[in-house]
C-alpha cells in the first residue's frame, strides 16, 4: 500500500495514431511504455477509453457512408446510453465519425458540438384546445409593429390551407393547431414540428403549413417538421409536394425548401434503404442504433504485453487468434501513385523505415503469411507521441474536436471506396516485414520448446 | 430563463414497481405527475437511467438462468462498456440481477458488491526466468517457522507432479513457474492463477500443481485455475481429472475440489451449452456479452404524457406498435391458488383493486384484445410511491443492492418456469379492465374524429 500511493505516470510514454484515424485489424492502436506495473495498472483504463469510442465512432462514419454527405445526420441516443457517462461518451465520438449534431445538451456544453433537436410528442398531446393557451399573440418580426392575433391569423390560414391541399378543416386536429401556434409564438425562428402526432396528412402537415404561413406573413421563416413514424420515405416526397404547393400558391419560394426531418429507430440498414429510395428527406436523427452500435455491440481491442526490458515477449493461445505479434513495432501507411492507401506494414521498432520508391519484402498477415514485393510512393508513419515521461509535449497539442472530424473524414476519404463498402469491402491488406516475422517465427518457436 | 433558475421538483411524484421486480411489456414501470413542463424536462434523464439499467438487469438474469444456481458469475465487463459511468451501471445491475460479483474495484467500493478477478497474461509472460525473482522465499503459514526457499521447494515439487502427471518436465514453461512463485509469494492465501498463457495442460497446469502442492506443505490454501481460451468444458474435465489424480497421490482432500473459473467472450449462449455439456467450471466471468447485451442491445422504454388535468391523452401513431393507453393507471398482480402470477391487471387509478376470489372480466393487451373473466386468489398493487412532492418518504426508504438483489431473485422465481424458458417462453399475460379498455376506445375514437 506504500508502494501504490507512490505510484504516478511520470515514466509512462504513450504513442498513438491520431485521434480519428483509419486504422486496421492487429494494428497497435497505441502503444504505452513504462514500468510493468504502473502500465499494468493502465490496462483496464485505456481500453475502457479506447474500445467504446472507437467502436461508436466507426459507426457514425459507416451511418455518414450509408447516408450520404447530403444529409444532415443528428445523434439523439441518449436515453439508450449506458447512463449519462455512456451518453456523452456517444454524442463526442459520434460527432467526431461525422454527424452534424447531437440532442446532448450538456454534450454541446461540454465538447462544443452544435446542438439540435425538436419538439416531442407530449408537448403536442398536452394542448387538446386553443382555449388552453395562455398566450395568442405575437411580434411581427420587424418589431415596429403591434402586436398580432396569432392564433387568429392561423386560422385563418388553416382554412385557405385546407382549400389548396383540398384536405377537409374538420379533419385537422384543434389540440395539434394550438400547441404549433403556442410553440410558435415561443419560438417564432425555430418552427420545427413533429406532424405524426396525429394524423400526418390530414392534420399535422395542414395545422404546420398554416401555422408556418402566418408566421411568414409576419416576417419569420418556419424551419420545417419531422415525421417519427409511418413510411418515412413515402411521407417525405408526399409532404415535399404539399410544401411545393403551398409555395407557388402562397407565392413563397422558400416554402418548397423547408426541412424534412425523420426519426424512428433508424438504423444504418434502413438508411441505406431510404438513400435508394425516392425521397425528400434532408435530417435524420438517429438514436438507438447509433449510440448501443446493434451491429456489432461491442469492439474487442486488447491490450498486450510485448516486449519486457528489451526482450520481445509473447502469449501463445489455445485460440490461434488470441496469439499476439511480440515486440515493440512501428506501422507504417504505404501509399501508391494516386495517393492512396494500399498497405499498412509493420516492423520492428528499431528498423529503418520503408522508402519511398524502393522494393520492400512485405509478409501479408493471415494464417499463410503470404509473401509479396511493394513499391510505395509514399510513406506515413502512422504513431505519435501524445504523452512523453508523464506530461503531453509542448509541441504536440491535443486538437480540437472539430480538427480531429476533418481528420476522421479525411482519412476515410483518402481510403479506396472498395475497402468502404458496407456489405461486402474488399480487405486492406495489412503486413509485416522480414525482420518481424521471423522475430515472430523465432518467439513461437522458443514457447512452443520451452 | 428566469423562470428555468425557479425549476425544481417540489411538485412531482414518483411512484415505480420496487427496483429488480420482473415487469411485462406496455406495462408502467413508473408513474411520473407534476407540472407539465418539470416533468417533460425529466424525459430524457428517466429513460437513461431507466433504459440500459433494465436491460442489463435483465440481461444479467438470463445469465443466472442459463448457468444454473451453482456456478459463480463474475462480471467483468469493465473494458468494453460506454465509458467508465457505463461500466459502473453495468457492474451494480448485473450485481442486481444475479451475479456474485465484479472486477471493477471501484463498482466494489461505492456500491458494497464484492470484487473478484485473477492474475492477467501479461503479468505471466512479463517473466521469463526464476532469475528475475526479485524474492523467493516464503514464510509458513504458521508464522513460528522461519522462511523457507520458495522457488526451490516448488521445483521439487514439480519434479513429483510431472512424474505424477506423466508430462515431460522440459515441457513446462520456467517463466511462466517463476510467475506463479512471485504470485504466490505476495498472495499465499489468494493463489488463483491463469493457466492458459503457453500450453494448459503441459505447462500451466503442471505448474499450477506445484506450487499449489507447495503453498500446501507451508500449511495454505490455494485457490483455483483460470481458463481463457479453448475448449473450456472439456479442458475443465481434465483439469479436474489431474486435481483428483494429485489429491490422492499427495494425501491432500482439498486439492480434489480447487475451484476452476472460466472466461473468454461468454455468452447466454455459450454458457447454456456449458451447462449442457460435462463440465468442471466453478466460476463463470462474463465480459463483453453481458454489458453491452449483445442479444438485444437496446431496451425500448419509453415516455409517454397519458393524462394533463385530469383529462386523460393519447397519442395515436402511423404505428400501431408506438399507440399509447391513455389515463392514469394502476397495475395489479394476480397469482394463481399456488401463489403464482398468472395475469398483471391494469386499471384506471381510480377503479377498485381486483378482489381476492372474485371475477373480474379482462381484455387482454393486443390487436384483438379477446376478452376473459379470471378469479385471483391473491392481488397485489405493483407500484409503490418513491418520491413524493420533491422528497422521498419517511416511511420508504430506498433498499440496499443487497435487498434489492434478492427481491429480483423472489421475483423472477415466483414466476412459472414456461415464462422463464430462454428460447421459446410462454408469453405471460398482461391486461386490462373493462372500464380502461372502454375509455381507450373512447379516446381513440375522439382522436380519429378530431
Known amino acids: ?4 500511493r507512490t505510484v504516478n505516470a511520470s515514466e509512462v510514454t504513450v504513442s498513438s495514431v491520431p485521434e480519428g484515424s483509419v486504422v486496421f485489424a492487429k494494428e497497435p492502436l497505441m502503444k504505452v511504455r513504462g514500468p510493468l506495473l504502473v502500465v499494468q495498472l493502465l490496462e483496464t483504463t485505456l481500453l475502457c477509453l479506447v474500445n467504446y469510442a472507437s467502436l461508436v ?9 450509408a447516408a450520404g454527405s447530403d444529409k444532415k445526420l443528428i445523434e439523439m441516443g441518449l436515453r439508450r446510453a449506458q447512463g449519462c457517462d455512456g451518453g456523452l461518451s456517444a454524442s463526442k465520438y459520434s460527432y467526431m465519425g461525422g454527424f452534424d449534431s447531437t440532442s446532448n445538451v450538456l454534450a454541446g ?16 398531446s398536452s394542448i387538446s384546445s386553443p382555449d388552453e393557451l395562455k398566450c395568442r399573440t405575437l411580434k411581427p418580426a420587424n418589431k415596429q409593429e403591434g402586436e398580432v392575433d396569432f392564433l387568429l391569423l392561423t386560422q385563418s390560414c388553416l382554412r385557405k390551407v385546407c382549400q389548396v391541399l383540398k384536405v377537409p378543416q374538420a379533419e385537422t386536429n384543434l389540440g395539434e393547431l394550438a400547441a404549433f401556434v403556442s410553440y410558435a409564438i415561443a419560438f417564432p425562428w425555430n418552427f420545427l414540428m413533429v406532424v405524426d402526432t396525429y394524423s400526418v396528412l390530414m392534420s399535422g402537415v395542414p395545422n404546420f403549413c398554416a401555422v408556418a404561413l402566418a408566421l411568414h ?27 411545393q404547393v403551398c409555395s407557388k400558391q402562397f407565392e413563397i419560394p422558400e416554402f418548397a425548401k423547408l426541412s424534412i426531418a425523420v426519426s424512428n429507430s433508424i438504423s444504418e440498414h434502413s438508411l441505406k434503404l431510404l438513400a435508394q429510395e425516392e ?8 438514436g438507438t442504433h447509433l449510440v448501443t452500435c446493434t451491429r456489432q455491440p461491442s469492439l ?23 496469439a499476439t505479434i511480440p515486440g515493440s513495432k512501428t506501422v507504417y501507411r504505404l501509399n501508391d501513385g494516386n495517393g492512396r492507401p494500399f ?26 503469411f503470404e509473401t509479396d514485393v511493394v513499391i510505395p510512393e509514399q510513406v506515413t508513419c502512422l ?24 481528420h476522421a473524414q479525411r482519412s476515410l476519404h483518402s481510403l479506396g471506396q472498395e475497402h468502404k463498402d458496407l456489405e461486402n469491402p474488399r480487405p486492406y491488406t495489412v503486413a509485416m516485414t522480414e525482420k518481424l516475422h521471423s522475430l515472430l517465427t523465432n518467439v513461437k518457436r522458443t514457447s512452443l520448446l520451452q
Open 1 to 4: 500500500m506504500d508502494f501504490l
Open 57 to 65: 465512432g466507426t459507426n457514425a462514419a459507416r451511418f455518414r457512408l
Open 109 to 124: 456544453k461540454l465538447f462544443g458540438i452544435p446542438v439540435a433537436g425538436s419538439v416531442a410528442h407530449s408537448y403536442v
Open 217 to 243: 406573413q409576419l416576417g419569420y421563416q418556419a424551419v420545417g417538421v419531422r415525421l417519427d413514424s409511418g413510411n418515412l420515405a413515402r411521407l417525405s416526397v408526399q409532404i415535399r409536394k404539399i410544401f
Open 279 to 286: 425521397n425528400e428527406v434532408n435530417v435524420v436523427g438517429v
Open 300 to 322: 474487442g481491442c486488447v491490450y498486450k504485453l510485448v516486449q519486457v526490458n528489451d526482450v520481445p515477449c509473447f502469449k501463445l493461445s489455445e485460440d490461434e487468434e488470441k
Open 343 to 368: 498497405l499498412d506494414l509493420m516492423t520492428l521498432q528499431d528498423e529503418p523505415p520503408p522508402e519511398s520508391r524502393k522494393e520492400v519484402k512485405i509478409y501479408k498477415l493471415g494464417p499463410e
Open 383 to 406: 504513431h505519435r507521441i501524445y504523452f512523453k515521461n508523464g506530461q503531453v509535449p509542448s509541441d504536440q497539442f491535443l486538437p480540437s474536436i472539430n480538427v480531429t472530424r476533418s
